[in-house]
């Protein structure tokens, strides 16, 4: 069952969060396939498409941009 998550926590334990996922594959949720919707953004395994993680954007979806943005530098 994928994890579900607020984008809040999500930002506060990204570095560290680790995945793992019934086919094997394990690694960070930076190593994962994210796809953004609309109010959440699914991190899914790069091996299987699995949905690993939910995280719920709802609050603020721009919080997200400004953070993916903060990551590219
Ligand atoms: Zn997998």
Redesign the pocket.
């Given at each position: 069952m994928a994890q579900h998550m607020h984008i809040s926590e999500y930002e506060a334990n990204e570095a560290t969060l680790l995945l793992s996922?019934?086919?094997?594959?394990k690694g960070k949720t930076t190593e994962a396939n994210g796809e953004l919707h609309e109010v959440v953004m699914d991190i899914e395994?790069?091996?299987?498409?699995?949905m690993?993680l939910i995280v719920n954007l709802i609050v603020d979806a721009q919080k997200y941009f400004d953070w993916k943005e903060s990551k590219k530098e």
């Open positions: 996922c019934e086919c094997g594959w395994c790069p091996k299987c498409d699995k690993l």
